[in-house]
């Protein structure tokens, strides 16, 4: 550099006196010596911040490595603390089954036999209905299999009335707990019942006829009679119960022995499905009050107990399911209409794709038509096309 300041010096200096040329000179020393002092402090700078970068860099992946195995041993507490909760949840349950605390529910023997007779009373007489449907099941639209979850019978259902996305789970034929999930995602995602809340009924359910409609559970219950449990999910109490009037009951289903009475709900709102020795080989159908329990009317169906495995209610309309004692397809071979606007010989013959076993359960839901099924441990949904009742 200092040849060529020279000659650059040289260059401009010779037009000038000698005294001019010496202060020029002076000058420029001073000016280029304080320009190589800047880009000297500039090198040194530009190291040192080099340096500090790497420095920083290491520490940064320091920092995350610790990080990932701080996350990895979180992961493993988290894991081991599910663990300890479900035998933790699963020792709370036994607990309490062996020291129930049951709710006191008195049967007045009065008041059923006035149930029973006022229900005789009205035995078969046509019905008025409370709403303008007329739909009926053309086919199965669609099958969507969810998830296999429990036991080989049991029950899955929402809620029909109100915004309520909760899934309800019965577990069994006879259990005294229900799951309950937040939505469809939550129970169709994880296999286990952690994401689950658990409803300790005060007493045990039999069979898998239960429904959850209005903000209640309605169940059955056998104490030598059977009754009509009214639930409350809100505070977790029971509201009301009723002694199901029919007298010398039988299984309602003969594919499914472990059911006496199975409650349905569609568009007219609750129904009852059951039999009796008196008339045996056929099912019997009763309009429920959802608030008092009481049965506002009774119906002998043409539809036999024999081969059925379920039954649910459409718009004012019985529909049977059979099957056989070796698990086929199963199919509406029977529907009672207590309106009286389509008879049996009218409507049509319904069969349910084949799947791996047989009906426990079928629960209507009137708000989103389609059929919540429990078939053999698989949860599974009908989607049906309905048409109306005079297009058949």
């Known amino acids: 550099m200092a ?48 340096t500090e970068l790497r420095e920083f860099k290491s520490q ?53 036999e006035n149930q029973v007779s006022t229900a005789k009373k009205r035995k078969n007489e046509k019905y008025d209905k409370l709403t303008d ?31 309520s996305e909760k899934i309800y789970v019965f577990d069994g034929s006879r259990n005294d707990t229900v799951y309950v999930f937040p939505r469809m995602r939550e129970f169709t995602l994880f296999s286990a019942t952690r994401k689950a809340a658990r409803i300790k009924l005060p007493y045990p359910w039999v069979g898998t006829g239960h429904l959850v409609y209005g903000g209640h559970l309605y169940y059955i219950r056998q104490q030598g009679t059977f009754q009509v449990i009214k639930f409350s999910l809100a505070n977790k109490t029971i509201v009301d119960s009723s002694v199901f009037p029919a007298e010398e009951q039988v299984p309602v289903f003969g594919l499914s022995a472990f059911n006496y009475i199975d409650i349905a709900a569609d568009e007219e ?33 043409p539809c036999p107990r024999e081969n059925a495995e379920s039954a649910f209610v459409i718009c004012g309309a019985l529909y049977v399911v059979y099957n056989t004692r070796l698990p086929s397809r199963s199919r509406v071979q029977c529907v009672f209409d207590v309106s009286g606007a389509m008879t049996p010989e009218d409507a049509a013959l319904v069969y349910f794709p084949k799947r791996y076993g047989s009906h426990s359960s079928m629960k209507y839901n009137p ?3 389609q059929i919540y099924a429990w078939d053999d441990g698989y949860q599974i949904i009908y989607r049906m096309e309905m048409k109306k009742k005079l297009e058949i």
Request: net charge negative; glycine share 4%.
């Open 60 to 112: 940064v992946i320091t920092m995350l490595e610790n990080m990932e195995k701080e996350q990895d041993r979180l992961r493993t507490e988290v894991e081991n603390t599910a663990v300890r909760v479900d035998r933790l949840e699963r020792e709370v349950d036994y607990l309490e089954t062996q020291n129930p605390v049951p709710s006191c529910v008195e049967v007045d023997e009065k008041l059923m």
């Open 3 to 50: 040849p060529r300041l020279s000659l650059l010096l040289a260059l401009l200096l010779a037009g000038a006196s000698s005294a001019q040329q010496q202060q020029f000179m002076e000058y420029m020393e001073r000016r280029f010596g304080a320009l190589e002092e800047r880009i000297s402090q500039w090198h040194d700078q530009s190291s040192r911040y080099s």
């Open 367 to 369: 708000k989103e038509r």
């Open 269 to 301: 709102g609750l129904w009852a499905i059951y039999a009796t020795r008196e008339n045996e080989k056929n099912i019997c159908l009763a309009k429920l009050d959802p608030i008092s329990l009481d049965i506002e009317q009774m119906w002998d169906t």
């Open 133 to 163: 449907c007329s739909d009926t099941i053309s086919q199965v639209k669609a099958m969507k299999i969810l998830k296999k979850f429990g036991s080989s019978a049991g029950l899955w259902t929402k809620d029909p009335v109100g915004s």
